[in-house]
């Protein structure tokens, strides 16, 4: 009844299948072709899958400004300690909370403890910091530090 041919054109992450929409006895069933390799990898990597898809979801422009955000942040020829030391020198707020977003989503706490420690550094009358510095020891599991910057952002 139907193909849909991911080989000919595949998604946005470089995914290729094709999908079969066949009829049998009046059901309508999809029959799924994939490459050996990637069904072995699937299910290992299916949660990455799920969070880009999230992370990418939206308009256009949203996915372009995501991907902006990422290559602000990155550098092929760099390692990872040179790009952390250059994101948490930066004075550009907007990139660090995108970035924070980012990695609060993918569960690296320390990193987003220290992205709002220099978010905090950059602003400290800031009462949104304040209360992400205190999130940021929450996750960790520091409640008594947490609840220190709660406090203060109420005062």
């Not at 072709?33 to 299910?43: F, G, Q, Y």
């Not at 898809?53 to 290559?71: K, P, Q, V, Y």
């Not at 707020?93 to 220290?114: A, F, Q, S, T």
């Not at 550094?121 to 992400?132: P, R, V």
Request: glycine fraction near 4%; include cysteine.
């Amino acid at each position: 009844i139907r193909l849909k041919n991911r080989f000919k054109e595949p998604t946005f992450g470089g995914y290729s299948d094709a999908l079969y929409n066949i009829e049998i006895e009046g059901m309508i069933c999809e029959v799924q072709l994939h490459v050996s390799a990637i069904v072995a990898h699937k299910e290992e990597n299916h949660l990455y899958y799920e969070y880009f898809r999230s992370f990418f979801a939206g308009n256009f422009d949203a996915c372009e400004a995501r991907i902006d955000m990422l290559e602000k942040c990155t550098n092929p020829d760099a390692d990872v300690q040179q790009m952390l030391a250059k994101m948490l020198a930066s004075e550009d707020e907007k990139l660090m909370l995108d970035m924070r977003r980012l990695v609060v989503e993918m569960g690296d706490y320390y990193l987003n403890e220290l992205l709002c420690r220099r978010l905090f550094e950059l602003d400290s009358d800031n009462l949104e910091y304040m209360d992400m510095l205190g999130l940021a020891a929450d996750y960790q599991g520091r409640y008594k530090e947490a609840e220190v910057f709660h406090h203060q952002c109420l005062e």
